[in-house]
């Protein structure tokens, strides 16, 4: 016969610290229970002195049970998930054991020049029972939990409650039976964990919208709080990103080189609205920063281009090992840019970078010209990097001007298209659908710049794949064929400008800049 009962997954219940037991006698379907063994749970959360971890959304800890291994965890927040990785605890550690080095690693970008130490503790006291039917078949468990929670420190702060969690396949008929007699006796569904209330309490708090310790609040609706949000915003994701290069994550460097420059560019784009004194040094280390990264992103497109541009040549034209010769190639540099990353973000100046785009949002250098109001202030912004843009068009698609002269100038083309992308990001909140129709007038524009820009440098790339062959008595004709493709298309590419650029620019686009 099949089972069509339906099964519950397990609820949580929980009341005061001095919740009585109810009796599960005559619960459906049990014929006896069994006693479960009483165990002692304890997670020792790790974190700097002002909770760094914590406020990334990170949790660091040493998991303690009776009868299993001890082990450190360390949940990472994910855009799409959580991830958590473990590391077991060695059986002859102290009672406060160091933090691994693998664990360390990972956190450094956070942690910086703090140190890590317990700040919070999480205990259980175990007890239950199993749910035995007929045959003595395991229908159910209830888990009865003495909880408590508390931080430690200089300060403490801490609350204890009884927690019941009904499971172990209880079908839903049995659950609502034991909820009623957990009710009974002042226990109600839980709508947090244990670990979310010692989360909550080890958290630091939240300043005030458009306010940060220690700094002024930047008033409502103004420019300079449009500014301030956009830069914490890619901040924070600097620092999500920071954790995914450390661990070698696919395209982590490449989104940790992007919210470093979306900071500088909205540095550089309103730097009217900003103290200059303070905002110029950050401007010149975050430059530095994306240009310590740019060998291993540069190595990691270049690889996939050429890889993939192989790969779609008729096999007549795939003279001698170049598919080798690019995988042992790029197997090399991947492996010594990944080490010059993880050494760049090792590195003093970028963690006092990090110290000092901290204090950017803690502080915020706003001059007064910030506080005016943000729809007017921010399209002047715009409009003056825009005619930055301008002015590299101008060159870059002039065809009377010799290709020496046309590179570099679609190069500093598309730099310039992207401060006013992320210029107009900025304001695009403020504005709103002008703002939102000129970034999709000028993405295909944009587009093309940076599509130009890859061929000059997977150009380069494929001479020298080209010198190695040669060198070592190789066939590296296959490289030439990308190469001869690459300058077809950066051609191309150049006698659409015009016409891309005529789209993009015109008055009706751009009507909102002044």
């Given at each position: 016969?099949?089972?069509?009962?339906?099964?519950?997954?397990?609820?949580?219940?929980?009341?005061?610290?001095?919740?009585?037991?109810?009796?599960?006698?005559?619960?459906?379907?049990?014929?006896?229970?069994?006693?479960?063994?009483?165990?002692?749970?304890?997670?020792?959360?790790?974190?700097?002195?002002?909770?760094?971890?914590?406020?990334?959304?990170?949790?660091?800890?040493?998991?303690?049970?009776?009868?299993?291994?001890?082990?450190?965890?360390?949940?990472?927040?994910?855009?799409?998930?959580?991830?958590?990785?473990?590391?077991?605890?060695?059986?002859?550690?102290?009672?406060?054991?160091?933090?691994?080095?693998?664990?360390?690693?990972?956190?450094?970008?956070?942690?910086?020049?703090?140190?890590?130490?317990?700040?919070?503790?999480?205990?259980?006291?175990?007890?239950?029972?199993?749910?035995?039917?007929?045959?003595?078949?395991?229908?159910?468990?209830?888990?009865?939990?003495?909880?408590t929670v508390a931080t430690l420190g200089s300060s403490t702060e801490g609350s204890a409650w009884t927690e019941v969690q009904v499971g172990g396949g209880a079908a839903d008929e049995l659950a609502d039976?034991?909820?009623?007699?957990?009710?009974?006796?002042?226990?109600?569904?839980?709508?947090?964990?244990?670990?979310?209330?010692?989360?909550?309490?080890?958290?630091?708090?939240?300043?005030?919208?458009?306010?940060?310790?220690?700094?002024?609040?930047?008033?409502?609706?103004?420019?300079?709080?449009?500014?301030?949000?956009?830069?914490?915003?890619?901040?924070?994701?600097?620092?999500?990103?920071?954790?995914?290069?450390?661990?070698?994550?696919?395209?982590?460097?490449?989104?940790?080189?992007?919210?470093?420059?979306?900071?500088?560019?909205?540095?550089?784009?309103?730097?009217?609205?900003?103290?200059?004194?303070?905002?110029?040094?950050?401007?010149?280390?975050?430059?530095?920063?994306?240009?310590?990264?740019?060998?291993?992103?540069?190595?990691?497109?270049?690889?996939?281009?050429?890889?993939?541009?192989?790969?779609?040549?008729?096999?007549?034209?795939?003279?001698?090992?170049?598919?080798?010769?690019?995988?042992?190639?790029?197997?090399?540099?991947?492996?010594?840019?990944?080490?010059?990353?993880?050494?760049?973000?090792?590195?003093?100046?970028?963690?006092?970078?990090?110290?000092?785009?901290?204090?950017?949002?803690?502080?915020?250098?706003?001059?007064?010209?910030?506080?005016?109001?943000?729809?007017?202030?921010?399209?002047?912004?715009?409009?003056?990097?825009?005619?930055?843009?301008?002015?590299?068009?101008?060159?870059?698609?002039?065809?009377?001007?010799?290709?020496?002269?046309?590179?570099?100038?679609?190069?500093?083309?598309?730099?310039?298209?992207?401060?006013?992308?992320?210029?107009?990001?900025?304001?695009?909140?403020?504005?709103?659908?002008?703002?939102?129709?000129?970034?999709?007038?000028?993405?295909?524009?944009?587009?093309?710049?940076?599509?130009?820009?890859?061929?000059?440098?997977?150009?380069?790339?494929?001479?020298?794949?080209?010198?190695?062959?040669?060198?070592?008595?190789?066939?590296?004709?296959?490289?030439?064929?990308?190469?001869?493709?690459?300058?077809?298309?950066?051609?191309?590419?150049?006698?659409?400008?015009?016409?891309?650029?005529?789209?993009?620019?015109?008055?009706?686009?751009?009507?909102?800049?002044?």
């Amino acid at each position: 016969m099949t089972d069509t009962t339906t099964r519950t997954e397990s609820r949580t219940f929980r009341g005061s610290a001095e919740a009585g037991t109810p009796r599960y006698d005559a619960l459906p379907g049990v014929r006896r229970q069994e006693p479960l063994p009483r165990q002692v749970i304890e997670v020792e959360r790790f974190d700097t002195a002002d909770r760094r971890l914590a406020a990334a959304g990170i949790t660091l800890a040493v998991h303690r049970a009776e009868g299993e291994q001890h082990h450190w965890r360390l949940d990472l927040p994910d855009a799409a998930h959580a991830e958590d990785l473990r590391v077991p605890l060695a059986p002859d550690a102290p009672p406060v054991p160091e933090v691994p080095g693998e664990l360390a690693e990972l956190v450094r970008g956070v942690v910086r020049e703090g140190e890590l130490h317990p700040v919070g503790q999480l205990r259980r006291i175990r007890t239950g029972v199993k749910l035995l039917g007929d045959d003595d078949r395991q229908i159910g468990t209830i888990v009865h939990d003495h909880v408590t929670v508390a931080t430690l420190g200089s300060s403490t702060e801490g609350s204890a409650w009884t927690e019941v969690q009904v499971g172990g396949g209880a079908a839903d008929e049995l659950a609502d039976a034991a909820a009623r007699r957990l009710a009974g006796v002042g226990l109600q569904p839980a709508s947090t964990t244990a670990e979310a209330e010692l989360d909550r309490l080890l958290r630091p708090a939240d300043p005030e919208p458009g306010r940060r310790p220690g700094g002024k609040r930047a008033k409502p609706g103004s420019a300079g709080e449009a500014l301030v949000a956009y830069l914490a915003q890619h901040i924070d994701r600097l620092a999500a990103e920071d954790l995914r290069a450390r661990r070698g994550e696919h395209d982590s460097v490449h989104q940790l080189r992007v919210a470093s420059r979306r900071v500088r560019s909205a540095l550089q784009a309103y730097r009217g609205l900003l103290d200059r004194d303070r905002t110029e040094p950050i401007v010149h280390a975050l430059r530095e920063f994306g240009r310590a990264l740019a060998p291993a992103r540069d190595a990691e497109v270049l690889h996939a281009r050429i890889r993939d541009g192989l790969a779609e040549l008729d096999p007549e034209l795939l003279l001698g090992p170049v598919q080798a010769r690019v995988t042992r190639h790029y197997g090399r540099v991947e492996q010594e840019t990944a080490a010059a990353v993880l050494s760049t973000l090792d590195g003093e100046a970028y963690a006092r970078l990090r110290r000092d785009l901290d204090d950017l949002v803690r502080r915020p250098p706003l001059a007064k010209r910030a506080r005016r109001k943000a729809r007017k202030e921010l399209p002047r912004h715009v409009a003056r990097a825009a005619r930055r843009l301008d002015r590299a068009v101008s060159v870059a698609v002039d065809p009377e001007k010799p290709a020496e002269e046309r590179d570099p100038a679609v190069h500093a083309a598309r730099k310039a298209g992207k401060r006013l992308r992320y210029a107009t990001e900025v304001a695009r909140p403020a504005v709103g659908r002008d703002a939102k129709r000129f970034a999709k007038c000028m993405k295909g524009f944009q587009q093309a710049l940076g599509e130009h820009q890859d061929t000059v440098v997977a150009r380069d790339a494929l001479r020298e794949l080209a010198a190695l062959s040669h060198e070592s008595g190789e066939n590296g004709f296959a490289f030439g064929v990308l190469y001869g493709r690459d300058e077809a298309r950066a051609q191309r590419i150049e006698e659409e400008l015009p016409r891309l650029w005529a789209d993009a620019w015109q008055p009706r686009n751009r009507r909102w800049l002044r």
